[in-house]
């Protein structure tokens, strides 16, 4: 069973950045960043596959969002720009545990706010 553990999180201006960062106690495959702000269903932010080559973005995501990871250090980063007070979520990173699997491993989340 592989552990994921989010960081990153906080309050930011409209406007302003922050990084979040996703660190897995093994190996994984797919890695995505996923979101949930109050009242609304978790929806996909990001993904990006093993070697980093392919990355996916939703639409939201686009221009501002760039997903990243070190498999070094088993850890997939958020790096989010420009940042709009419909950004304020709970940020979920997710992880495949085989090439082509569903997210089998889910992070406890950390809380970003976005004040206007």
């Known amino acids: 069973q592989v552990q994921l553990v989010e960081s990153g999180g906080g309050l930011v201006q409209a406007g302003g950045s922050l990084r979040l960062s996703c660190n897995a106690s093994g190996r994984t495959f797919t890695m995505a960043w996923f979101r949930q702000a109050p009242g609304k269903e978790r929806e996909f932010v990001a993904r990006i596959n093993w070697s980093g080559a392919n990355t996916d973005y939703a639409d939201s995501a686009k221009g501002r969002f760039t997903i990243s990871r070190d498999n070094a250090k088993n850890t997939v980063y958020l790096q989010m720009n420009s940042l709009k007070p419909e950004d304020t979520a709970v940020y979920f990173c997710?992880?495949?545990?085989?090439?082509?699997?569903?997210?089998?491993?889910w992070g406890q989340g950390t809380q970003v706010t976005v004040s206007s």
């Open positions: 997710a992880a495949a545990a085989k090439p082509g699997g569903d997210y089998a491993y």
